[in-house]
């Protein structure tokens, strides 16, 4: 009995010791709530351009019901924040952002991070925080490229060259915006036509801000109207099945709203030039579309009626601006700054022409003009401020990120030392178990040899019976059926590689796994029980298949083909979502990339040859 107390004590002891250098456990976090709800992604996001208030909290409430992941939640968080122009909502953009970039999700899920990239180039140019710009349509561009999105990572860098423009590198800024046009230029397909309109303005933008050679703006304005015609005119030859391809209905919209632009810019060269005439022409042709009677394209237009001397339109626009801006609470941004800085122009400029016919007038309306002036520059500095303030800001945090990732890896670290400390106290702990059950097996040693002849005897005759029963057990597993054999429990770390891969494959391919958009391979790591590195090895070194992620991508491609060439009534939006894809454009480009083929054109192909 002294013997067992000991024992039971020293299992004891390893016990208290292991708990005490181990950090917890994992624990499962609760399954998402996929039923129907009124708070999902889908509802908030349809609302939020209108109501962002309300869409943050269907966001919040969706996250708490289950049915948004933390990430997810965070990035429409922040796309909706984005859509607002105040200073404080696009330092909240930055933030949610770069915490974004140092997830899981976003380094291995491409789509995602490109997401997190492009809000971070956009809310740098609503902060006007142009070296930032700079930083974050490198990364973009970089990334694009990789992933062979060639026409996207032109117009990113379209949009970098814009930045370099305003950093003080123009020339290197131009080269970049005249290379992106040079490469897009006359290829009739809808997404390279896109980015080189894109590119097109950013030039326009650039050589407006220059204020010189007016009749390359008036060229390149041109060109733009050409194209977007010849596009209007054959949408067919430009059909490129991408997701930024309007459908057939909405070209009309999109060829005037690029059009009406192009008309501004056209009115603005042909005004500094001093040709009224052609200005004003223009100037009416821009007001015939929707964007050209719409505020914001009245505002574009508005320091060209300044010059032509309709100074009561352009004042009425500024007004209606800033007390949009105004009711909105949005006081600090750099779109109210440009605003206060035209008001002014104007005020002063139709002060100045009337000084002569009125000079009371003339007196109010300089003062006009002043106040207008004094508003601007304060705001200006207190955006500059700001700014700096929340680069400073933004910069703290990076730092306290970094000061974080490296207590993290100094706790990894002692981690590690206590899980050595823990092995070599299990060690020692066992050696002393040996030494007491070796002990106490001494001490029943002699009681035991009484009984040595009987259990020989014992086995003596009961090994004939066992021996039938294996021989019996034996053929029933010969013959039992193949169905049967698979129903039995495989010790998967039994198996070895090109066996574990196998097995895997037929599970996941006769359960259906892949049709889980969630199933990857961390899933794969809890569906099957084994580690990660297991799971890698069986399809690096056992499997035709690079990875897990390979083959679930090959399976879903499968699957989406078949649905392609027998589902006619599905749309493709449908079938990548059965599939198992989470977005269309993730589908569409593996799609290609593995057939050379988009889905739209392999499902007309197999609807051609059916016929």
Not at 18 to 31: D, H, I, P, Q, V
Not at 131 to 143: F, K, P, Q
Not at 346 to 360: D, L, V
Not at 420 to 435: E, R, W
Request: aromatic share 8%.
């Amino acid at each position: 009995m002294p013997c067992i107390r000991l024992y039971l004590a020293a299992l004891a002891a390893v016990a208290t010791l292991l708990l005490s250098g181990c950090n917890g456990s994992a624990s499962e976090g609760r399954k998402p709530q996929t039923a129907d709800s009124l708070y999902n992604e889908e509802r908030a996001m349809a609302i939020y351009d209108s109501l962002p208030e309300q869409a943050l909290q269907i966001l919040d409430s969706a996250k708490a019901a289950g049915n948004l992941t933390d990430y997810r939640a965070a990035l429409l968080r922040a796309k909706i924040l984005s859509s607002s122009t105040a200073m404080q909502q696009q330092d909240s953009v930055f933030m949610i952002c770069e915490t974004l970039l140092q997830q899981d999700e976003a380094k291995r899920n491409v789509d995602f991070r490109q997401d997190v990239l492009e809000l971070l180039v956009n809310s740098s140019r609503c902060r006007y925080d142009y070296e930032e710009m700079v930083r974050w349509t490198t990364e973009l561009a970089t990334l694009l490229r990789d992933e062979h999105l060639e026409a996207e990572a032109l117009r990113t860098e379209a949009d970098l060259g814009l930045a370099l423009t305003h950093i003080g590198q123009e020339d290197e800024g131009l080269a970049k915006i005249d290379n992106c046009i040079r490469q897009l230029e006359n290829i009739r397909k809808f997404n390279e036509l896109d980015a080189w309109l894109i590119a097109v303005k950013r030039k326009l933008n650039v050589l407006t801000e220059q204020g010189h050679d007016e009749t390359l703006m008036v060229e390149l304005a041109t060109r733009m109207q050409q194209r977007l015609d010849d596009f209007a005119a054959h949408p067919d030859d430009y059909h490129d099945d991408t997701y930024r391809e309007p459908d057939k209905e909405d070209i009309p919209f999109y060829h005037d709203f690029y059009y009406a632009q192009a008309c501004a810019f056209k009115a603005r060269a042909y005004a500094i030039q001093g040709n009224l005439v052609a200005a004003q022409r223009e100037v009416d042709a821009f007001s015939k579309y929707p964007y050209g009677q719409s505020l914001d394209g009245r505002l574009m237009m508005a320091p060209t009626l300044g010059r032509l001397g309709d100074y009561d339109a352009v004042l009425s626009t500024y007004d209606e601006a800033e007390q949009k801006l105004l009711s909105e609470g949005d006081t600090v941004n750099g779109r109210l700054v440009e605003i206060l800085h035209g008001h002014a122009e104007i005020a002063y400029a139709q002060a100045t022409g009337t000084a002569t016919a009125n000079s009371s007038f003339s007196h109010s309306s300089l003062k006009k003009a002043y106040d207008y002036l004094n508003r601007y520059e304060n705001l200006k500095n207190m955006l500059n401020d700001d700014l700096q303030r929340s680069k400073a800001q933004l910069y703290a945090a990076r730092y306290h990120a970094y000061e974080q990732q490296m207590e993290i890896r100094q706790q990894e670290t002692e981690a590690a030392r206590n899980a050595v400390l823990a092995v070599a106290a299990l060690l020692l702990a066992l050696l002393a178990t040996g030494f007491a059950v070796y002990y106490f097996r001494q001490q029943r040693l002699i009681q035991k040899k009484n009984r040595v002849l009987i259990e020989q005897m014992t086995e003596a005759a009961t090994f004939k019976v066992k021996s039938e029963e294996l021989r019996v057990r034996n053929e029933e597993d010969s013959v039992k059926s193949d169905e049967e054999k698979n129903n039995d429990k495989i010790d998967l770390n039994a198996l070895t590689t090109k066996e574990l891969s196998e097995h895997i494959r037929t599970v996941i391919i006769r359960e259906r796994l892949f049709l889980d958009p969630q199933f990857d391979r961390q899933a794969a790591v809890k569906y099957f029980h084994l580690k990660k590195e297991r799971i890698g090895a069986a399809f690096a070194q056992g499997s035709e298949h690079n990875s897990i992620a390979d083959f679930i991508n090959h399976c879903r491609l499968e699957y989406a083909k078949e649905q392609l060439a027998t589902c006619p009534e599905m749309t493709v939006d449908d079938i990548a979502s059965a599939a198992g894809f989470g977005t269309r454009r993730t589908f569409s480009r593996l799609f290609k990339e593995r057939y050379s083929i988009t889905p739209t054109e392999y499902r007309n192909q197999n609807s051609c040859l059916t016929k």
